[in-house]
């Protein structure tokens, strides 16, 4: 398995058949730890492994693969997970099957008039309201509290956890995990935009098919990327609905101080 070892130790893997794959750990909780490595890893949706990196998913030791997309998502691409990995499904955005996937799925279908579904700023409004339903729609609450529980479990540790492409749904799991380890909303944000070093060039052939279908790439870099605005929107929405994002890990995720407390012993050590 091939790593590139990032200036504050957080690892990305390079996997065939995959991108956006990397480690959360790696990151300094303010208070003389870092979160452990080798425990926790993000991804996008693991439809797409070749042999090697399937082999390569295998090594990282994996009990669990958390699937956060809808069930046809699901359905159109079934992971493939290495054998002996439980794979559980937490659906984020069961409550809204016409939400982002499905109106991108149109986007991208009808290039041609794509400037009338997303332009004119349409889009970033779409994902920063998506970002505050995955925050506040009963069935987001209710699949990133499952999400929890399985994290919460030594016996499902190491686990990667994931959505399609990993930068929506996925990153704020990230965000809640990082935060209940302490880690600051600078680095949170850091983690974020990493998708964007990761996972955009790897999405060219997307602008590129786009364009010659009669589209304008430039209406799906918002889509295809990462905003900070679309992640302060999801703190936001948490802050509005539960008064701080104390707040919602508490009263909406149930994560109470004996488990934080827990997961901060279990997931993070002493920095060397």
Known sequence: MNTELMENSHEMVAIGGSVNLRDIGGWSTGSGRRVRCGHLFRSR????????GLKAVSSLGLRTVIDLRTAAERRASPDACPAGVTWVACDVLGDMPAGVPARLAQVLAEPRNAADLVGGGKIQAMFEHGYRQIVALPGAIRAYRDFIVLLSSGGRRPLLFHCTTGKDRTSWATAIVLTVLG?????????????????????????????????DPELLEPVLSVRSAYLDAAFDQAGRCYGSMDGYLTSGLGVSDRLRQRLRDELTAEAT
């Open 45 to 52: 949706a693991l439809d797409r492994l070749d042999a090697d």
């Open 183 to 215: 880690v600051s909303r600078d680095d949170i944000m850091r983690d974020y935009l990493l998708t964007n070093v990761e996972l955009r060039p790897a999405l060219q052939p997307v602008l590129d098919a786009f364009a010659m279908a009669g589209g």
